[in-house]
């Protein structure tokens, strides 16, 4: 039978790359704004220096560390990770998408699982912020 116009073809086997995790998280800002204003070194725990540095340099702070936060939360249920510092899993700036930098326990895990890393996608409103993360 032939696809309707404009469908897509179907899916031969194999034909896309196996993703071997999956993580999503969602998080209201003002929930991590009040939590920072609670406790000041949260931040320091929670995010890298660059991390920090990053949500500094935009207009509304918070809002970027709180895609960060979810990033981080993403690829720890996609490494099926329990006990771990959020330090571990790092979200790089770049010119384009974030990317993601482990260490320490993250890293040990992606090196058990045999995955080279996650990718991640971030997104916020003023309210909302949420991040998927995929093992590559
Ligand atoms: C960069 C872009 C993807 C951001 O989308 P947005 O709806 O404005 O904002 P979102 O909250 O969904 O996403 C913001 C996050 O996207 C990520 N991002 C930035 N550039 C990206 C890119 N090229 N690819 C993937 N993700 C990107 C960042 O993590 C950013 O969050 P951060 O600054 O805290 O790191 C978007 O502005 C863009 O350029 N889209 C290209 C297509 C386009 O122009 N569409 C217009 C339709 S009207």
Do not use: N
């Not at 070194?41 to 990053?54: G, K, Q, S």
């Not at 690829?75 to 790089?92: H, M, N, P, Q």
């Not at 040990?108 to 699982?113: D, G, K, P, T, Y």
Request: proline share 5%.
């Amino acid at each position: 039978m032939r696809a309707p116009s404009g469908a897509r073809p179907a899916a031969r086997p194999g034909s896309f790359p196996a993703v071997s995790g999956l993580g999503i998280d969602l998080l209201e800002v003002e929930r991590l704004e009040r939590a920072l204003e609670r406790r000041p070194r949260l931040a320091e725990r929670l995010f890298t220096e660059a991390e920090r540095e990053y949500a500094e340099s935009r207009a509304r702070p918070v809002m970027h560390l709180a895609a960060r936060f979810c990033a981080k939360e993403a690829v720890a249920k996609a490494l099926g990770l329990t006990a771990w510092s959020f330090r571990d899993v790092e979200v790089v700036a770049t010119s384009a998408a974030p990317e993601i930098r482990l260490s320490g326990s993250a890293a040990a895990r992606a090196a058990e699982l045999g995955v080279e890393g996650a990718t991640v996608s971030l997104t916020h409103t003023g309210r909302l912020a949420a991040a998927v993360a995929v093992l590559r």
